[in-house]
Structures are given as C-alpha cells and as structure tokens.
C-alpha cells in the first residue's frame, strides 16, 4: 500500500523524483501496440525489437512505425496546439506538480535550494510547463537542464551540482533561488550529437521531416 507523504515532513529534506511515460500518457503515443501475440499479451515496440532482431527488413519498417507515431510528435509538439479535454488536463497536471515542487523549496531555508526531477521520456513537458510558470510571474525559479553556453548549448553533467544565488544589500547576505533540475535519462528530442558532445536545442524545427510521408509513390 501506497502512504501518503506530508510536505511539511520532507520540504528540508533532498528531493529527488523519478518521472514515467504515464506522466505524458494523455499527450504521447507509448510504446504499446494493439496487437497481441500467440498467448494473448499484448505487443509492445520493444518486444517486436526483439522477436525481429534477425529480419533487417521488419526492423526497419518497426522503426519507421515508431518515429512515425511516437517520435515525431513529440519533437513537433506545440502546448498551446492541444486541444483534447484529457490533453490539457495531462498538462494541468504537470502545472500542478511544478508549482507543488516549488511551494516546497519556497519553505526551504537553505542556500542550495534545488530539485531533481528525473525522466524517462523524452518530451519536453517538463521545460515547456516550467516556462509557462516563468512567463506567469507567479513564481521566482531557475530551470536547469545541465546545460551550458549561450548561442550554442551543451549538455553535461557537472552543470546539474550548479545553483544561482542572489546577495542582498551590500552583499551581506546570501538568497538561494529555488531550483529544478531536469534531468533525461534516456534522452531528449532536443538533444542532437555534435561531435563528441550532447548539443540542446529547443527551437529545431522537425515539421519538415516527414512532409511527404503520406504522399503516393
């Protein structure tokens, strides 16, 4: 059984919160099929990966199956495009659990006053989310995606045991800024290799990559 925790009894405390696909469920196609196999489990993209590591041409066609309905949303996906009730509930949702997280470090008295929030997907909820609150005004944060640079950002992990603080008068006295590290462990869609670095860019432009892809040949 699942308890509940109170957030006055964890608010001083390091926080550190693992996210899945169903946090994005009512936006983004998962990795479930509708097709069953010979038992009657249901199909995932991952189990057919595996039952076509031998046939190149299954593989191939697998995977231009899952760029085509999981990825390629994702990477061309538009908050303010959501039109579904359920889809903007889900990033109500996410709204929710930010603002949630920084009522928390809003408490905290400490100068490092940050978050981990770890993730599986590779949607840009979180980001997006962060940047509606930031544009509110409501509330005074940091985003740290472990990033560094200006025109051209790198990832790395060292950036993640960074924080920013601001001085007081006279500099006699130091604030810590509420922080929220988001961290993808399985990648971005906004991520690109670039030599042998990790490039983040969240204003590359996907729509033109499969233009054509309903067109006869």
């Known amino acids: 059984m699942f308890e509940s925790i109170e957030p006055l009894d964890i608010y001083n405390k390091n926080i550190n919160i693992l996210i899945g696909s169903g946090a994005s469920a009512d936006l983004f196609p998962t990795l479930a099929l509708a097709i069953k196999d ?8 991952e189990t057919l990966a595996t039952k076509f590591e031998t046939s190149p041409e299954k593989r191939t066609a697998l995977f231009m199956h899952y760029y085509d309905t999981c990825i390629f949303p994702v990477q061309t996906f538009n908050p303010s495009s959501i039109a579904s009730v359920k889809g903007k509930e889900n ?10 997280l920084l009522g928390l ?5 400490d100068l490092n006053r940050k978050i981990n929030i770890f993730t599986t997907n590779y949607d840009g909820c979180l980001s997006h989310t962060a940047d509606s609150i930031l544009m509110k005004g409501s509330h005074d944060f940091v985003v740290n995606d472990g990033t560094s640079g200006f025109h051209r950002k790198h990832l790395h992990s060292k950036n993640f045991s960074t924080f920013q603080c601001q001085t007081g008068i006279f500099e006699r006295s130091n604030y810590g800024i509420p922080q929220l590290n988001i961290i993808h462990l399985h990648g971005s869609v906004y991520w690109s290799k670039n030599g042998d670095k990790i490039e983040v860019n969240y204003r590359s432009n996907f729509s033109n990559l499969l233009e054509n892809r309903h067109s006869k040949i």
């Open 91 to 100: 990033l109500n949702n996410y709204e929710i659990f930010l603002t949630t």
């Open 105 to 109: 470090l809003d408490r905290r008295k």
């Open 38 to 45: 010979a038992k009657g489990q249901r199909e995932t993209i």
